[in-house]
């Protein structure tokens, strides 16, 4: 999937759904079942495991908080709900 596709569905998720921030916060929705995709930088510190469908960002963390639009590195989103996106659809 190309950058610029990722980031205008990543943009509908955060306007339209619901995310988390964070490798913490990404493995207690996995640990919950409340995750149904991961966006990864590539710059993420560790892996993450589990079932949950994972896409690599072909960017590193502040680019990824930047479209997330946060002042800050961002190693890992967790798409809990997508909103009006149809980002895992096109991951599938």
């Given at each position: 999937?190309?950058?610029?596709?990722?980031?205008?569905?990543?943009?509908?998720?955060?306007?339209?759904?619901?995310?988390?921030?964070?490798?913490?916060?990404?493995?207690?929705?996995?640990?919950?079942?409340?995750?149904?995709?991961?966006?990864?930088?590539?710059?993420?510190?560790?892996?993450?495991?589990?079932?949950?469908?994972?896409?690599?960002?072909?960017?590193?963390?502040?680019?990824?908080?930047?479209?997330?639009?946060?002042?800050?590195?961002v190693s890992v989103v967790?798409?809990?709900?997508?909103g009006e996106s149809k980002?895992?659809?096109?991951?599938?």
């Open positions: 999937m190309n950058r610029d596709t990722l980031a205008k569905e990543l943009k509908k998720i955060i306007k339209t759904g619901k995310i988390y921030i964070g490798i913490k916060q990404a493995k207690k929705a996995i640990a919950k079942g409340e995750a149904k995709l991961l966006i990864v930088a590539t710059n993420a510190p560790e892996s993450i495991s589990g079932d949950v469908p994972q896409v690599q960002f072909d960017g590193d963390g502040f680019e990824l908080g930047a479209l997330c639009g946060k002042p800050f590195s967790t798409v809990v709900s997508e980002l895992s659809a096109m991951v599938k």
